[in-house]
């Protein structure tokens, strides 16, 4: 099955630092990805949706110039937390949608958990 | 205004035992989508299901099993003959039909299965 991958899948910086995090889709072209955060013991919250060469859309809520999303090719998109904080510590999960002549769907990475101290 | 609701935050039962996970979803779309994963304690979302909206039968998979209700607009969730290995947090979660969609997800249930 289709498969995505997040690096790194665990990062403990410093606050005030930047972190970037990498998704990428291995082996399809994802013409759409997510990013999605999830506090402890929360749901999953959809932060932004970025698409192919074009700005992100983010939620409502979600800070712009503190998570600098860029999707810079149909099968990377990265996530740049800019100035982090404690409270910018989460879990971190992307999902990059494709579409097929028979279904569309999304397909998770495995999440990067990032501590800020 | 798309919602899930996952009204039971925490269950309990010993292994063995049948566990329905209850899911109640609120969109005015007529064509979307259901879907239900697994979240063990590694955190990775383990895909289980997805049903579209025009495909109101039953579903059985191995232990698993799911009854959309369209009338209650419910997609409910058991796990016949619990195991210690079902303990997870298991999100429903709801989106629109077009692709490029995101996933709005219900607050999750917490299954704990002790032996």
């Known amino acids: 099955g289709a498969v995505v991958s997040q690096h790194p899948s665990r990062v403990i910086c410093k606050s005030g630092t930047s972190v970037k995090i990498e998704c990428r889709s291995l082996d399809f072209q994802a013409t759409t990805m997510f990013w999605y955060r999830q506090f402890p013991k929360q749901s999953l919250m959809l932060m932004a949706t970025?698409?192919?060469?074009?700005?992100?859309?983010?939620e409502q809520g979600v800070e712009k110039d503190k998570f600098l999303i860029n999707h810079a090719s149909l099968t990377l998109s990265t996530l740049t937390v800019t100035s982090a904080h404690p409270e910018d510590s989460s879990f971190y999960i992307c999902?990059?949608?494709?579409?097929?002549?028979?279904?569309?769907?999304?397909?998770f990475g495995p999440g990067t958990r990032l501590t800020v101290l | 205004a798309q919602k899930v609701t996952q009204a039971q935050t925490e269950i309990s039962v010993v292994e063995k035992e049948d566990v329905t996970l209850d899911c109640v979803y609120e969109t005015r779309d007529t064509t979307y989508y259901l879907f239900w994963y697994k979240q063990p304690p590694s955190g990775e979302l383990v895909f289980l299901i997805r049903r579209n909206s025009f495909d109101e039968q039953n579903e059985i998979s191995g232990r698993y099993s799911w009854n959309f209700q369209k009338s209650t607009s419910s997609f409910n969730f058991t796990i016949t003959a619990s195991q210690v290995v079902d303990s997870a947090v298991y999100f429903c979660?709801?989106?629109?039909?077009?692709?490029?969609?995101?996933?709005?997800f219900g607050k999750g249930t917490t299954l704990s299965v002790s032996s």
């Open positions: 979660a709801l989106s629109e039909a077009e692709a490029g969609t995101a996933l709005i």
């Open positions: 970025s698409n192919e060469g074009s700005k992100a859309t983010y």
């Open positions: 999902s990059a949608a494709t579409r097929t002549a028979s279904t569309d769907t999304q397909y």
